[in-house]
């Protein structure tokens, strides 16, 4: 055997062991994947629990409130119109400004008296234009300067027998608006000012007929401005208008604010904060913990005592900003989802928050 035939062996055996060793590494890699895939398959999963808070139903006081706009308006008040159709000549007094009855306010220059010297003082102006001509005859001098002479004394005429018509105040107030500037063309019976009697400031509004019982005289409530938004006042309803409405089936009010030394004025918005309905010990949750599922149904989450979450169909009665009353569905002392009811399902088992951890494995 030569040298090179015996190196040759010595290599070929070198490289059989080398791949018998790689085999062996490999069968043992996929050995240990299989079975440590296994001990995955076995091994349970860890389900985290939903966190939910609780509150345990209670009977309580529950009142029902409507919310209503209502605008500040004068009781006494008046419309000053004008009498005839022309053009203010003169107006003197204008916004929060005190008028007095029997005052004048304004003064209106009729149509037919602007009209009439209008067309006399054109007259004139063209007669006087006439006169200037060049090369005009003695007699027609005359003739021109007789009729400027006679339309003068029409125009004088028109002046004196054609007056213009003053407006009177009809009461003592504020002029709270100001409905035409001086100058304005103006019509008959068009508003030219409003004044009001600020001590007979009241807050006007209406309600569907429907709490018309609701709506009494004397009843007190608490009324925000929107002008002071930091201040809850108390009103008392003054009158109740007796009538309906037929076009908008409401009822009309006023509301007197007591012992308020806010400045009120005239379209200042107010918003009502009206009771309805009171029910006395009625059982109520948390308006939130209330949800509606596809069929328009309401309902609740119920913990019991294994910590299992079920779905409970109930019956809303009246509700309060934040409560809402359960005529049926719920009894007193059960405990309902208040918080995370929103990712839960029927039967499933919840984490409560606030119980303490367990210390065991």
Same mark, same amino acid.
């Given at each position: 055997?030569?040298? *090179? $035939?015996?190196?040759?062996?010595?290599?070929?055996?070198? &490289?059989?062991?080398?791949?018998?060793?790689?085999?062996?590494?490999?069968?043992?890699?996929?050995?240990?994947?299989?079975? @440590?895939?296994?001990?995955?398959?076995?091994?349970?999963?860890?389900?985290?629990?939903?966190?939910?808070?609780?509150?345990?139903?209670?009977?309580?006081?529950?009142?029902?409130?409507?919310?209503?706009?209502?605008?500040?308006?004068?009781?006494?008040?008046?419309?000053?119109?004008?009498?005839?159709?022309?053009?203010?000549?003169?107006?003197?007094?204008?916004?929060?400004?005190?008028?007095?009855?029997?005052?004048?306010?304004?003064?209106?220059?009729?149509?037919?008296?602007?009209?009439?010297?209008?067309?006399?003082?054109?007259?004139?102006?063209?007669?006087?234009?006439?006169?200037? =001509?060049?090369?005009?005859?003695?007699?027609?001098?005359?003739?021109? =300067?007789?009729?400027?002479?006679?339309?003068? *004394?029409?125009?004088?005429?028109?002046?004196?027998?054609?007056? =213009?018509?003053?407006?009177?105040?009809?009461?003592?107030? #504020?002029?709270?608006?100001?409905?035409?500037?001086?100058?304005?063309?103006?019509?008959?019976? &068009?508003?030219?000012?409003?004044?009001?009697? #600020?001590?007979?400031?009241?807050?006007?509004?209406?309600?569907? &007929?429907?709490?018309?019982?609701?709506?009494?005289?004397?009843?007190?409530?608490?009324?925000? %401005?929107?002008? +002071?938004? *930091?201040?809850?006042?108390?009103?008392?309803?003054?009158?109740?208008?007796? &009538?309906?409405?037929?076009?908008?089936?409401?009822?009309? +009010?006023?509301?007197?604010?007591?012992?308020?030394?806010?400045?009120? %004025?005239?379209?200042?918005?107010?918003?009502? $904060?009206?009771?309805?309905?009171? $029910?006395?010990?009625?059982?109520?949750?948390?308006?939130?913990?209330?949800?509606? @599922?596809?069929?328009?149904?309401?309902?609740?989450?119920?913990?019991?005592?294994?910590?299992?979450? +079920?779905?409970?169909?109930?019956?809303?009665?009246?509700?309060?900003?934040?409560?809402?009353?359960?005529?049926?569905?719920?009894?007193?002392?059960?405990?309902?989802?208040?918080?995370?009811?929103?990712?839960?399902?029927?039967?499933?088992?919840?984490?409560?928050?606030?119980?303490?951890?367990?210390?065991?494995?």
């Amino acid at each position: 055997m030569t040298i *090179n $035939h015996f190196n040759y062996l010595k290599m070929k055996k070198f &490289e059989n062991l080398k791949i018998r060793t790689l085999i062996f590494i490999a069968s043992v890699f996929v050995i240990t994947s299989c079975n @440590n895939k296994k001990e995955t398959v076995n091994q349970p999963a860890v389900t985290k629990l939903p966190l939910v808070r609780i509150q345990p139903v209670v009977k309580t006081r529950l009142v029902s409130y409507l919310d209503v706009t209502g605008t500040v308006q004068a009781n006494i008040f008046s419309d000053i119109k004008s009498p005839a159709d022309g053009i203010i000549e003169k107006l003197y007094v204008r916004e929060n400004q005190f008028a007095e009855k029997d005052r004048l306010v304004a003064v209106i220059n009729p149509n037919e008296r602007v009209s009439l010297i209008a067309n006399n003082q054109l007259q004139i102006q063209n007669l006087e234009k006439k006169l200037k =001509t060049p090369g005009i005859s003695a007699e027609e001098y005359n003739s021109l =300067t007789a009729e400027l002479e006679n339309a003068k *004394n029409n125009l004088d005429y028109a002046r004196k027998m054609y007056q =213009t018509i003053p407006v009177i105040c009809p009461m003592n107030g #504020m002029v709270t608006h100001r409905w035409l500037d001086e100058g304005s063309q103006v019509s008959a019976k &068009e508003k030219i000012i409003t004044v009001s009697d #600020m001590n007979s400031l009241v807050i006007k509004a209406e309600v569907n &007929e429907k709490f018309f019982s609701s709506i009494k005289q004397g009843k007190k409530i608490p009324v925000l %401005l929107d002008a +002071f938004p *930091n201040d809850t006042l108390t009103g008392i309803i003054s009158l109740v208008y007796p &009538e309906i409405s037929a076009d908008t089936r409401t009822v009309k +009010f006023d509301i007197k604010l007591t012992n308020s030394t806010k400045k009120l %004025l005239p379209g200042m918005m107010a918003q009502l $904060h009206i009771p309805v309905d009171v $029910h006395e010990q009625t059982i109520a949750v948390p308006s939130d913990a209330v949800l509606t @599922n596809p069929a328009n149904e309401k309902f609740v989450f119920i913990v019991n005592k294994d910590s299992v979450a +079920f779905r409970r169909i109930v019956t809303p009665g009246i509700s309060s900003k934040t409560q809402t009353e359960i005529i049926k569905g719920l009894k007193e002392n059960e405990k309902v989802v208040v918080m995370g009811q929103e990712m839960l399902k029927d039967s499933i088992k919840v984490k409560i928050a606030g119980t303490p951890k367990s210390n065991s494995k």
